[in-house]
């Protein structure tokens, strides 16, 4: 069932801001300077408008007060300058959340595209000569058209979904957003470790930016989680593409810590259900490697959930109860995933137990010992029986094979063969 979100919005209706737009792209002066004192009037009121709104606010004024003439013209140039290099800033600071997210209204196939003058022109005046009144004009006109085009044209198409309440995303679109999703945040994560290494504090804007863009995906909640968790841990997203054996995942923990820990905040019981999955990966059976030793993929995941149950970085998110009513959060956590480790027995997921058994304050470790040293000895016992040499065939063997007469036909001779000239028959040498 899809989650009701309610959002405040400045206009008490949607024909309010229909109306808007008709006076902002109006070619009246008056109505264009009416449009833009009442989104003033919404600013005072509320500091945090939609992006777009405002920028068509700030261009629109700009406009206004170039066509009333009251302005010098170094005055009028800076007064241009900032409007369009706030759109532009404002608009590139939050293209990668639109990108991730795109409006339901846009077509699967269909891209944000900016135009790249405006780019240049806000470098321009950034960072170089203030461009000359003309060129800011043009760039004025130019954000306008785009405004309309990506922005004001869609507000009916958006506010008839929203009326008929909009149909729910298909498997198959939640798992093409979720994955712009993973492949945004490693983007904008890896900025920020880069950062970092400039002497700049670690941030960890990215996994909000990221976790609330899974949680507003329109889809039933057990379907998002779902296909979620199947790119997690059934994908391998969080391993690295190259993994190899006994290889660093210290690379991949920094990366992708913080965005599975604010899922697990923000979902209750997800850190239960993405360990269940990691534990059903490294049991499942599959043909990509002969020994299950030598996997590096399984032997990734066994790394993955051995951090989140004894890493320092996790002891709050394992105690945070995934039922009101239990205690003992940890605990009953480390005998689920024990129970899925032994009732799944491979060389990985024993592995497992024997490294969650070896924090001495578990409450039931020494029941567990047992389990364990009965499964190794289990498993001692078969590869004993693989490993034995077969048995010496008998006497009764030897006489069957006497009685068996032997194959005629050509004989593999050893040596090299004899040099015959073309044409001599064998034999007539």
Known sequence: ??????????????????????????????????????????????????????????????????????????????????AISRFVTGLSDTQSELTRNPPTWFAPTQTLHFPLALRETRHCIVHRHLPSLAELKRAAKESLDWL???????????????????????????????????????????????????????????????????????GPRETKEGVLLELLADERAILPADKK???????????????????????????????????ASMASL??????????????????????????????????????????NEKAWLFDHILGLCFTTPTFWTLKLAETLLSDESLPTRDSWLVVLQAARAEDTEMEGLE?????????TDETVKATVPKLRGPQKRVGLWRPLPIGVPCGGE
């Open 286 to 327: 599959t043909q990509e490697t002969s020994i299950l030793e030598m996997d590096p993929k399984r032997e990734g995941m066994y790394e993955w959930c051995s951090h989140i149950l004894s890493s320092s970085s996790w002891k709050q998110t394992q105690q945070q109860p995934s039922i009101p009513q239990r205690r």
């Open 148 to 218: 309309w085009e990506w922005y004001w044209s869609h507000l009916d198409a958006a506010f008839a979904s929203a009326s008929s309440g909009g149909a729910a995303l298909t498997e198959r679109e939640l798992r093409d957003r979720l994955q712009g999703v993973l492949k945004s945040y490693v983007k904008e994560r890896k900025g920020e470790i880069k950062k970092r290494g400039k002497g700049v504090e670690l941030e960890m804007k990215a996994a909000e930016s990221a976790v609330a863009s899974h949680l507003h995906l329109d």
């Open 1 to 82: 069932m899809m989650e009701t979100r309610f959002v405040v919005t400045p206009w008490q209706e949607r024909a309010e801001l229909l109306e808007l737009r008709r006076l902002l792209y109006g070619s009246v002066v008056e109505w264009r300077k009416e449009a833009v004192n009442k989104i003033l009037a919404w600013r005072a009121r509320k500091l945090e408008l939609p992006l777009l709104l405002e920028s068509t606010a700030d261009i629109v004024d700009a406009v206004l007060q170039d066509e009333r003439g009251r302005l010098g013209h170094n005055v009028l140039r800076m007064v241009y300058a900032t």
């Open 245 to 279: 054996m006994r290889t660093s995942m210290s690379g991949a923990f920094l990366v992708w810590t913080p965005f599975l820990l604010a899922l697990c905040k923000a979902v209750p019981g997800f850190l239960r259900r993405l360990l269940d999955r990691m534990v």
């Open 387 to 395: 490993t034995a040499a077969p048995p010496a065939p008998s006497a």
